[in-house]
């Protein structure tokens, strides 16, 4: 499966070709501003329930709906992956799944980390804007689905690593869910971290940016 995060990468870099340096202002001054700000962003990530309007809450039942809706194919598309991930195909994403190069945030850190410092030493503060209201709003929907939402319900992960020896999948596992919920790491997957994530990052960015036709990317 490809790297959900690097379609917002790709948009960040869009969004710094697009800005320029911010007036005479610290390089620290400007960071601090910015950090400052980016706790702001999280506290409003924390607080949307609460301003939702109702097609707000009508599309979000869309897509709870939808999702129920595709879980019923999940046991097929499940075996087909598994059984297709030695293949080209599997071998073309090989970096991008568990275990790969480019797998979760050992890829985007030094990214994140080396655009933050040109945009320190460059004083753009869009671009520092960017990058932290990113992590914000990533790191406020972590914070919600892991100390949350996970202790309240948990379903198994699908494991990318398993081999052609595993069982497979069978109509039914994808409804193994537990209330309460519990802490470890592989019944971690309701909701999916990587799509929320993504949505959270992607939404800051093209509604703090006109980014006109690179919106759809993220």
Known sequence: MRNPLIPCVAALVFVSVLTSPAPAQSRLGML??????????AWDVWTSPFRGQPDDWLYALGIVAGSAGVSLADAGVDRVAVKQSNGVAGSLLKPFREGGVAFSGRFLTPLALGALAVSVATRNSRLQEGL??????????????????????????????????????????????????????????????????????????????????AEAIP
Not at 32 to 41: C, E, L, P, Q
Not at 177 to 200: E, K, L, M, Q, T
Request: aromatic fraction near 10%.
């Open 132 to 213: 932290l209201g990113c992590g914000a709003a990533y790191a406020a929907s972590s914070v919600v689905r892991t100390y949350v939402i996970y202790p309240i319900i948990d379903r198994t992960r699908p494991d990318s690593s398993r081999g052609s020896q595993t069982p497979p999948a069978r109509f039914g596992d994808q409804y193994d869910i537990d209330v309460p919920g519990g802490s470890p790491w592989g019944r971690h997957s309701f909701p999916g971290g990587h799509v929320v994530n993504v949505s959270a990052c992607a939404t800051f960015l093209t509604r703090r940016y006109s980014m006109g036709a």
């Open 32 to 41: 601090g501003t910015n950090i400052r700000n980016s706790a702001g962003d």
